[in-house]
């Protein structure tokens, strides 16, 4: 800390013990309900503290998942905080989420996805590349022995692995082309085979 925060911080130190002093001199008769009035002011502090560090964690909490028709012909998912579109699908049996983008041509998949749904990206070729708004990338072609989102499974789905800094793996128009109509509004989008 510097000589000037020290000082600030002596300042705001001064002037709370001396309010605090006025309401306890001024209040001395009452110091029971005082005490009880401080605490519960801590308190709300306190609560409004930890409700603002974890306000991500509560967001994703409340936020509605995406959800499957009944006869599991289509699936609608919620637009996330962020304006996108998140969906989780079934890869190789592992739960994988990704996110929808339209612009993307392959389901992309990042390096840790891929050791994720049992793929080794250290043991893939990456003859390919592609161009994304960070530049041009190396890629991996593979195949995905199942992809599923509910009771929808494909079987021998191609993607690619993305040997950049991909933050998350993209679900392109390859895989969205199997459905018949997809829509968007009322902030969700649907897709629907």
Do not use: C
């Not at 911080?9 to 013990?17: H, K, Q």
């Not at 637009?79 to 190789?92: F, P, R």
């Not at 893939?124 to 041009?136: F, K």
């Amino acid at each position: 800390m510097s000589g000037n925060e020290i000082g600030q911080l002596s300042y705001l130190l001064v002037l709370l013990l001396v309010v605090a002093g006025y309401f306890f001199v001024s209040n001395r008769d009452r110091v029971g309900q005082m005490a009880r009035h401080a605490l519960l002011w801590a308190l709300i502090f306190v609560g409004v503290i930890a409700a603002v560090g974890m306000w991500d964690n509560i967001r994703t909490t409340l936020t509605p998942m995406q959800h499957l028709s009944a006869d599991g012909a289509s699936v609608r998912i919620p637009q996330s905080a962020d304006g996108h579109y998140y969906v989780t699908l079934e890869v190789n049996g592992t739960a994988q989420p990704f996110l929808i983008d339209t612009g993307a041509t392959d389901i992309v998949l990042t390096r840790a996805a891929a050791q994720n749904i049992g793929i080794d990206p250290n043991a893939l070729v990456y003859s390919g590349s592609a161009g994304t708004a960070n530049g041009m990338v190396r890629t991996a072609p593979v195949t995905l022995d199942t992809v599923a989102l509910g009771p929808v499974t494909d079987t021998n789905v191609r993607a690619m692995v993305n040997d950049g800094d991909l933050f998350t793996p993209l679900l392109g128009m390859s895989y969205l082309n199997r459905y018949a109509k997809i829509e968007i509004g009322n902030g969700a989008m649907t897709l629907v085979r």
